[in-house]
């Protein structure tokens, strides 16, 4: 099974115009061959993605809600797993 949506953003990929260059991830969280955020800052990745559905012409208020889901996709629980929030320095 593979799966429908990015693991990072959850953007589904039908809705993905870009040329994806990864199974797992969108055209837009994996380019040239790397992730694009490589942080593990979800809130900011949740303003970064929110800003650039904005800019591709989402209503705000959509691209917020879109956002709430984004600490629930398949790459942040990884992150979460590996290490705990507070280990950040
Ligand atoms: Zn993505």
Redesign the pocket.
């Given at each position: 099974m593979t799966s429908q949506s990015?693991e990072?953003?959850l953007?589904p990929f039908k809705k993905d115009n870009g040329k994806r260059e990864s199974e797992l991830?969108?055209s837009?969280?994996f380019k040239e061959g790397e992730l694009v955020y490589k942080e593990d800052d979800i809130k900011q990745f949740q303003q970064y993605c929110c800003q650039s559905m904005i800019k591709n012409g989402t209503n705000q208020y959509l691209a917020k809600f879109y956002t709430l889901f984004i600490p629930f996709a398949p790459h942040w629980r990884k992150l979460k797993k590996i290490k705990p929030l507070k280990s950040k320095e």
């Open positions: 990015c990072m953003c953007m991830y969108c837009y969280c």
